[in-house]
């Protein structure tokens, strides 16, 4: 059996109850906040940098996101679930590395994927439907242009389908396995009426 080179596993977190740090106050912190509110508007998280730029001030004010404006020190890291490292200074953000894996929280040091626990894919949202995509931190700008193919291809009322599926499942009786079964088959024959009329 093949080994899938890509050994990532994908989950979908609620940011909304978990505590995120964000290091970094520069055009990288305003790329990794702006992309995390985008996905996760109601995330819960914390900046901290020695310098913000307008942009991240701006975005933050806006969703009121605290600042902290001193320069990193490890207890910033007191209760936090998931860290990612935006500094311009390499030294800093491998010591954020360093600090947050002694204490069993997941980290992502920006464009060093060799310190990193997870990678920030491309994300695309239609209505409830959520795709994520992974290059393997291979290729950032090749899962960009993917996140584009698939916003402007998806049809846009996916999710009326996924909600009327979801009220058809709550009328279902019998076991999960029962359950599983027919769904699978409803999924399976609008998919192929899709792919029919296409």
Do not use: W
């Not at 995120?20 to 995330?43: D, N, Q, R, T």
């Not at 910033?76 to 030294?91: E, G, N, R, Y």
């Not at 009327?164 to 279902?172: D, E, G, K, S, V």
């Amino acid at each position: 059996m093949a080994v899938d080179k890509n050994q990532l596993y994908p989950i979908f977190l609620k940011l909304s109850q978990l505590n995120v740090l964000i290091v970094g106050g520069g055009y990288v912190g305003f790329e990794k906040l702006s992309f995390m509110l985008k996905s996760s508007p109601e995330a819960r998280v914390t900046l901290l940098s020695k310098e913000f730029s307008e942009s991240v001030k701006q975005l933050a004010e806006a969703h009121q996101i605290p600042m902290i404006q001193r320069a990193y020190t490890s207890n910033i890291l007191h209760k936090k679930h998931l860290v990612i490292a935006a500094t311009d200074d390499v030294s800093v953000n491998k010591q954020i590395y360093h600090d947050a894996k002694a204490r069993n929280i997941l980290v992502n040091v920006a464009d060093t994927p060799a310190y990193c626990d997870f990678y920030l894919g491309g994300v695309v949202t239609k209505g409830n439907l959520k795709l994520a995509i992974s290059t393997n931190g291979k290729s950032p700008t090749f899962t960009k242009r993917l996140r584009q193919f698939f916003e402007e291809t998806l049809p846009e009322d996916l999710d009326d389908l996924i909600e009327n599926l979801h009220q058809y499942r709550a009328t279902l009786q019998g076991e999960l396995s029962e359950k599983t079964e027919i769904l699978n088959k409803h999924t399976a024959l609008l998919i192929k009426e899709n792919h029919d009329q296409n």
